[in-house]
């Protein structure tokens, strides 16, 4: 399938963006939400950062502590602590709790191209409560009755949930609170009611019996979700036959709408793929990427904060394409374009 990565590639780096405070660095600027307003692309950018002096035989957590008056704290362990073991670039464990080596925020980007984008100064979101003390992470934008609202992953020591904000002007956000309990993330909500209700995917994440699939669920005011129906689940073998999740807001074709999701592998290598789902009943898969749509091909999609990753959050229309803004290798903002029509004949069965 033609997807024509963007020549700028990547748009946005992690030295692209001011930290916002000055003993922190921009470790990662990648999986954003996306959306047109009015002539520009506005992205809500995930924006992770860490202590910028932390010592070799030293790991670092940054933690929003909600106790001492909504300020970061940081947790300093040796590595040759026993109680230490390192996970990935990502996570350690240290007396049997995990934490985080970086804490994301939400940055503002604006573009009138959809290339060049001016990245504001400071966080538009960041944790503010203790359901988001290790950050706020890959929000999702869907324009729904006039206005902006906002689903991201809030990461805790509580575990990993989805809140929903609301905002007119991306400057002013209105916190709604948790819409998903843990461990449940990748949710990404319809931009129109289904059958008079709100809808998104979602995708849990349980520990002993079933996957890490899709599924989709129903709400009367975008706050209490139910009557949850299992979507599709992973496949055997292929390109998303570890786990799969939600991307991109869904966007709406004749055919059906159109999902762009996310698939790993055996090995973590993270592609995209695209769901076509009925209009009338989004629980039902109408046709499905036998291949992935995009696969880390170039070098900042393979080498990176965590490489061998594509993921996406966001993406827009323009005319009959999809612009596709996504995360590289957990580390830079890249984006790609393809036909719709030309995703859509790309499809397979259910």
């Not at 202590?51 to 001492?68: G, N």
């Not at 769901?275 to 880390?296: E, G, H, T, W, Y």
């Amino acid at each position: 399938m033609p997807v024509e990565r963007f020549s700028e590639n990547p748009l946005i780096r992690p030295s692209d963006v001011a930290p916002s405070r000055p003993d922190f660095e921009v470790a990662c600027a990648f999986n954003c939400g996306a959306i047109r307003v009015g002539e520009e692309v506005v992205l809500l950018l995930r924006v992770a950062e860490r202590p910028k002096a932390v010592p070799a035989d030293r790991v670092v957590a940054p933690i929003f502590d909600d106790e001492v008056g909504g300020r970061l704290k940081l947790l300093s362990v040796r590595r040759d602590d026993p109680d230490f073991r390192a996970i990935d670039s990502r996570l350690f464990t240290y007396q049997g709790r995990t934490y985080l080596t970086s804490i994301s925020h939400l940055r503002l980007a604006r573009s009138r191209d959809g290339r060049r984008f001016a990245i504001e100064p400071k966080p538009a979101l960041e944790a503010a409560t203790p359901d988001e003390a290790f950050g706020v992470e890959d929000p999702r934008i869907s324009f729904i009755d006039g206005r902006y609202w906002v689903n991201y992953t809030a990461v805790s020591d509580r575990g990993i949930s989805t809140a929903l904000a609301v905002t007119d002007d991306f400057h002013t956000f209105e916190r709604r609170g948790l819409i998903f309990a843990p461990e449940n993330r990748d949710v990404t909500v319809f931009p129109a009611k289904i059958g008079g209700r709100y809808a998104a995917l979602h995708r849990p994440a349980p520990s002993v019996l079933g996957g890490r699939d899709i599924w989709l669920a129903y709400s009367p005011d975008l706050m209490h979700w139910g009557d949850h129906r299992l979507v599709c689940r992973r496949r055997a073998g292929q390109w998303d036959a570890l786990r799969i999740g939600g991307g991109a807001v869904p966007v709406r074709t004749e055919a059906g709408w159109l999902a762009i999701y996310h698939g790993a592998d055996a090995s973590e290598r993270y592609c995209l793929g695209a769901l076509l789902l009925d209009l009338q009943d989004p629980s039902k898969v109408l046709a499905r990427s036998a291949a992935p749509l995009m696969a880390p091909e170039a070098a900042e999609e393979r080498q990176g904060f965590f490489g061998n990753v594509v993921f996406t959050a966001g993406a827009v229309t323009d005319g009959d394409e999809l612009i596709i803004y996504y995360g590289a290798s957990d580390e830079y903002m890249c984006a790609a374009r393809v036909g719709i029509r030309e995703v859509l004949d790309g499809l397979g069965p259910a």
